[in-house]
């Protein structure tokens, strides 16, 4: 049995298609037929149902499934490992960022780059319950996002710095001479506003239940830059997003919302009880390191 054998079943569980396979792996499908056949015969079960319109994983297969997962990434980890021992010279990270924390990262991922050329990073941007999934599936070494209400007991969270939802307009705005407001304050004014699910609206919604009629939410965009400039754009146009979302961007006003459970803590989430790259952790130091607002650097860092 090889890891390659293990790789090429698991794609083809996946894609319930040896053609959909064969193109994912770059490998011709008569190649990758013959090394299936040869899985099964090694391991004397027939691990795939066949048929001129589907293929689907037989009762053996389903049970294969999940251990041969743990040891495609077992074998990970172990490269992993490898490519730590060599310095940060080699290997792959993948992050993961809900869309308003994605603002946070420019900084520390051009410094990551320039300090470790060798690593190549992908950076993966969804909601918050599918990064905890790719985290879960081992898809993503680290995801990154504000606290969220309840995190899955698979998952390990750690707060990276301390944060608050703020009220932001432009610097035109009648309400830029102000230092704190209300939510009643804003009533009058028309709102862009984060798409429903994306976690500022999730704070924002749960500070306003009941009242929610009571605000003139004219835009939704699930982009953070985009509601931004949007509002340094308008005289009149108000958002109610994360204090570090915005930190020192021009032509803007960050006011400070005077309402209790403004908390939106910045956080980082692993698997519990596996392993953590070199990079990782270098990673979340940078970013710890590069920002101006208040970070506690973690023990585990």
């Known amino acids: 049995m090889e890891l390659r ?31 299936i056949k040869q899985l099964e015969n090694e391991l004397g079960v027939m691990l795939f149902e066949r048929s001129s319109h589907r293929v689907c994983l037989t009762d053996v297969g389903e049970a294969f499934l999940p251990e041969a997962k743990r040891t495609l990434h077992a074998a990970d980890v172990c490269i992993d490992r490898m ?31 320039k300090e470790y050329p060798d ?22 070494d680290v995801a990154l996002s504000y606290k969220p209400t309840s995190i899955s007991p698979e998952i390990e969270s750690h707060i990276l710095f301390d944060n608050q939802l703020a009220v932001v307009v ?6 830029a001479g102000t230092e704190k407001v209300k939510f009643a304050d804003l009533k009058s ?42 509002v340094r754009s308008s005289k009149f146009l108000v958002t109610v ?7 020192h961007i021009p032509g803007i006003k960050v006011i400070t919302l005077d309402h209790q459970n403004t908390q939106m803590e910045g956080s980082f989430h692993i698997l519990k009880d596996s392993y953590t790259k070199r990079s990782t952790k270098e ?8 920002k101006s607002y208040n970070i506690a650097l973690l023990d585990m860092l």
């Open 283 to 290: 990673f979340l130091k940078m970013l710890c390191e590069n």
């Open 241 to 247: 997003i994360s204090q570090a979302a915005v930190s």
């Open 83 to 113: 490519n730590d021992i060599k310095g940060l010279k080699a290997g792959c990270l993948n992050i993961g960022s809900t869309f308003s924390f994605i603002p946070l990262l420019k900084d520390t991922v051009l410094l990551f780059m």
């Open 119 to 140: 690593i190549k990073l992908n950076i993966h941007c969804h909601d918050m319950e599918t990064l905890i999934r790719m985290v879960k599936d081992r898809e993503l």
């Open 5 to 35: 054998q293990l790789k090429y079943f698991v794609n083809v569980a996946e894609t319930n298609s040896f053609s959909e396979a064969s193109r994912l792996l770059n490998i011709t499908q008569s190649t990758l037929s013959q090394q």
């Open 170 to 175: 432009s610097e035109h705005h009648p309400l």
């Open 189 to 230: 004014f028309p709102f862009v506003m984060p798409a429903k699910g994306l976690q500022a609206r999730n704070a924002f919604d749960l500070l306003t239940r009941g009242s929610e009629s009571q605000f003139n939410v004219r835009l939704e965009i699930n982009e953070v830059n985009v509601i931004i400039d949007l």
